[in-house]
């Protein structure tokens, strides 16, 4: 476990869970925190006991089941309520009783917020900080002040934000985070603000940055750079309106960049397997151009870059990939030069090396081939098969279309069945085959396996796992040419094809026989 020197915070299970489309059941917010705490942050905030019944529940089951090793458990909370007393605000006691060793309140730092939000004097907004605080903290808690549109109101009264600061501190609060609440920050006002904070007071400050002008990671690091000791963010970035600070980006810059460490030892490479992670588990696609952990973060496509990579990675890698659990991977498409097929086919196991004359057909082709739509970019065991047949492989004799025909009957009772018959030419012989599905595509793929699998019983184990359609431009309506995208897997890994058409289905048959032929390809 680090020292307390640095705080890196996560409030995933509550300020990023206030995002739309956002719901973590209890179960899954033990694991998310789980899975942070893996990762090695040092405190996780599970949510506001009291005033949400799920985060009540999280709570009482944390405490026989969440068992954390890197991170403290953190309860959040407001201040008492104006004209009470912290010792019987039933919000206030509620944090006490979710046993947390840490809470974290929050309070109203902008006058303007005191006047017309609160409806009280600044005065009684000092006392309800330093009551609640106070109580909290002989009660044996460790507190945190989010001192809420701080930014914003020390640019209205510079004078007011430190004093709710200085009124927590006094009662015995550890951290004072200076909370973008709104959003509107950029760096170098950040920079300038807490700077001028901590020269005003010596307090222990933190950084709270929303993403409102795409700039939260930037303000976090602006404010570290100022003299903050404490950061929060959310994982991924998720949050309300465009999100909060990526915490992940926040650990990336921080430990590559600044050369500060605020992982335990050993922990960075985690960074990407965690964030996926906590990403399934918010049933959200992963962004791709995430930074450090996005599967695009370190994909290359221009040919001018492949170029230099053959030479060495570290030309257009500002880090090494491996350092945040990610891998660098080369795109082909059009813009694809020579450099950008050897490199392609050594990350597909491939040695073109010795092969000029193929890795030029190989570029020719794939120009000619995206230029009628096809693209290779997400569709790796496409390109290998077109690679392999290149050098002479015998990648495509496992089998020879004679014809298919597929047929969708709408019943009476209202069900929709297809049924697929293919003709193929396998081990010199002819075999014909039929299969039934909930839809075209399946039944052809049924049809195909059912076909070959006395000859390859191994095609027993392979399943379609995605399937994606793309109208593409250029011809209107029904005329339009048709990409499709299969997803295909065995159990043990899994791979993509694809086929293009102006018919779907015969475009879905190209996608469906390369992944049959790559699934049969010889491995090891």
């Not at 409102?212 to 303000?219: E, F, G, I, P, R």
């Not at 593409?472 to 086929?499: K, N």
Request: with cysteine; hydrophobic share 45%.
């Amino acid at each position: 476990m680090l020292d307390d020197s640095f705080h890196v915070y996560d409030t995933t299970l509550r300020d990023g869970a206030q995002g739309e489309g956002m719901s973590f059941s209890v179960a899954d917010k033990l694991a998310v925190a789980r899975l942070l705490d893996e990762l090695g942050v040092g405190f996780v905030e599970g949510g506001w006991p009291g005033a949400l019944p799920k985060d009540t529940e999280f709570f009482a089951r944390a405490r026989s089941e969440l068992s954390m090793t890197n991170a403290v458990l953190v309860a959040f909370g407001s201040t008492r309520k104006a004209g009470a007393r912290a010792a019987t605000d039933p919000q206030v006691l509620a944090l006490r009783d979710a046993r947390t060793p840490v809470v974290c309140l929050v309070a109203k730092s902008d006058l303007r917020h005191v006047h017309q939000a609160l409806r009280t004097t600044p005065e009684e907004n000092l006392a309800m900080v330093a009551d609640t605080v106070g109580f909290l903290v002989a009660e044996g808690r460790r507190v945190f002040l989010d001192c809420e549109h701080f930014f914003d109101g020390y640019a209205y009264d510079r004078d007011y934000g430190l004093r709710v600061l200085e009124a927590a501190f006094t009662a015995g609060a550890d951290v004072g985070v200076l909370c973008d609440t709104n959003g509107g920050m950029l760096p170098m006002g950040v920079g300038r603000t807490v700077a001028e904070v901590v020269a005003r007071t010596g307090f222990r400050v933190g950084m709270h940055a929303q993403n409102d002008t795409a700039c939260a990671v930037a303000n976090s690091l602006a404010a570290v750079e100022a003299g903050a000791t404490h950061v929060q963010g959310t994982a991924n970035g998720y949050g309300e309106r465009p999100g909060n600070a990526d915490l992940f980006a926040v650990i990336g810059n921080l430990e590559l960049k600044m050369g500060r460490r605020v992982l335990p030892e050993g922990h960075l490479p985690e960074l990407m397997r965690v964030a996926h992670a906590v990403a399934e588990l918010a049933n959200k696609a992963p962004n791709p151009q995430q930074a450090y952990v996005g599967v695009s973060a370190f994909a290359h496509k221009a040919g001018l870059h492949a170029s230099a990579i053959k030479i060495s990675p570290d030309l257009y890698n500002h880090v090494d990939p491996v350092l945040v659990g990610n891998d660098m991977r080369i795109l082909v498409t059009e813009m694809a030069g020579r450099a950008s097929v050897e490199l392609k086919g050594r990350e597909l196991g491939v040695d073109l090396s010795a092969r000029p004359d193929a890795v030029g057909r190989v570029v020719e082709r794939v120009k000619t081939l995206e230029a009628d739509g096809w693209s290779f970019e997400a569709a790796d065991a496409s390109f290998e098969l077109l690679v392999r047949g290149e050098l002479g492989e015998p990648v495509g004799e496992a089998f020879t279309l004679e014809s298919y025909r597929v047929i969708v009957d709408r019943r009476e009772d209202g069900r929709v069945v297809s049924e697929a018959t293919v003709k193929l030419h396998a081990k010199g012989e002819r075999i014909v085959a039929t299969g039934e599905g909930n839809g075209p595509v399946n039944a052809l793929d049924r049809a195909l396996r059912s076909a070959l699998e006395a000859y390859h019983p191994q095609l027993a184990g392979l399943s379609l796992t995605d399937y994606k359609v793309r109208i593409l431009e250029g011809r209107p309506g029904t005329d339009a040419v048709t990409r499709v995208l299969v997803g295909t897997g065995d159990g043990r890994r899994e791979w993509t094809t694809v086929g293009v058409h102006a018919n779907v289905i015969e475009a879905s048959w190209l996608a469906l026989s390369d992944a049959v032929r790559y699934g049969l390809l010889p491995r090891g």
